[in-house]
């Protein structure tokens, strides 16, 4: 499949180009409109759920503290909500409005919101321990990975599991051709008529693309601390562009169920387990 990209857009004067380092204002601006976004989106909420079973969290969480970290609106909350119904939850986002939109749901007694930035827990009282992670689209738009993922590391209990649920195209071609056409023929239009504005699904564009491929990022786990590292796609249109990038807290038993966990990516190559 071949399709050209398009050149980049020149932000419109006073307006301001989204990036990594201001990306939770642009959240702010767009969270009214964020849930009829990704709702738009085949398997969204479906892909999510699938992440959170994957942690293999066992006996529906019970007696367990779970951190979603970037919760945005509260879909991943959710999804996790749902693989550990009896867990204790602490939904943490750096977009006010977004959290805001978050914690106007319904939610059981369990649940609680935070403001804090991701790349600053113990600083925002988030010290945990806990006992499973979840980070949807979060790495991707943090200005510093590795500080990051080494800190969410030292706040999980031992043999806790990690799964980071992200978009990653640069490994291939056909990836990156698939999602650079959806992107400007489906959502940043979309984004214009429903938000106003595209600059947000612009960024989204922009910076899948750049971001780490499955290589790089299971690398970069693994520089955070991680072990037994893990990678599965999701089905549909987003096969082999979302995937979940699961990991563990080396020490302790694990407290992960095995039967629900995926077979570990090839130390010598990119290949990913196909999703069931």
């Known amino acids: 499949m071949r399709v050209s990209a ?9 307006k301001r180009r989204t990036s990594a380092a201001n990306v939770s204002e642009s959240f702010d601006e767009h969270a009214a409109t964020y849930d009829r976004m990704v709702g738009a989106n085949p398997g969204y909420h479906e892909h999510l759920r699938l992440s959170a079973r994957r942690m293999g969290i066992p ?24 693989a550990a119904p009896d867990a204790r939850i602490t939904a943490v986002d ?30 925002a009282g988030i010290t945990g321990p806990f006992d499973g992670v979840l980070a949807a689209y979060l790495v991707r ?27 990653s195209v640069k490994d291939s071609p056909r990836s990156r051709a698939v999602w650079t056409a959806v992107c ?9 008529l ?15 693309l750049d971001f780490d491929g499955v290589r790089g990022l299971t690398e970069r ?23 979940t990038f699961l990991g563990r807290k080396p020490g302790g038993t694990d407290v992960v169920d095995p039967a629900l966990t995926v077979a570990p990516t090839p130390p010598e190559g990119i290949d990913v387990t196909k999703p069931e």
């Open 6 to 14: 398009p050149k980049p857009e020149r932000p419109r004067p006073g």
């Open 59 to 82: 006996n529906r969480g019970s007696g367990m503290h779970l951190l979603d970290l970037g919760c945005g609106t509260g879909a991943s909350t959710e999804a996790l909500l749902a």
């Open 94 to 123: 750096a977009s006010k409005e977004m959290l805001a939109q978050a914690a106007a749901k319904t939610w059981p007694p369990t649940v609680r919101f935070v403001h804090a930035d991701a790349e600053d827990l113990v600083g």
């Open 141 to 167: 738009n943090l200005t510093d990975r590795d500080a990051t993922l080494r800190a969410v590391q030292e706040i999980m209990r031992p043999g806790a599991p990690l799964a980071l649920h992200e978009y």
């Open 184 to 192: 400007w023929t489906v959502i940043i239009p979309m984004g214009r």
């Open 194 to 208: 429903r938000a106003g504005s595209g600059e947000l699904y612009r960024y989204l564009w922009r910076s899948v």
């Open 221 to 243: 786990m693994r520089g955070a601390g991680f072990e037994d590292i893990k990678v599965q796609t999701v089905a549909g249109w987003q096969q082999d562009i979302v995937h």
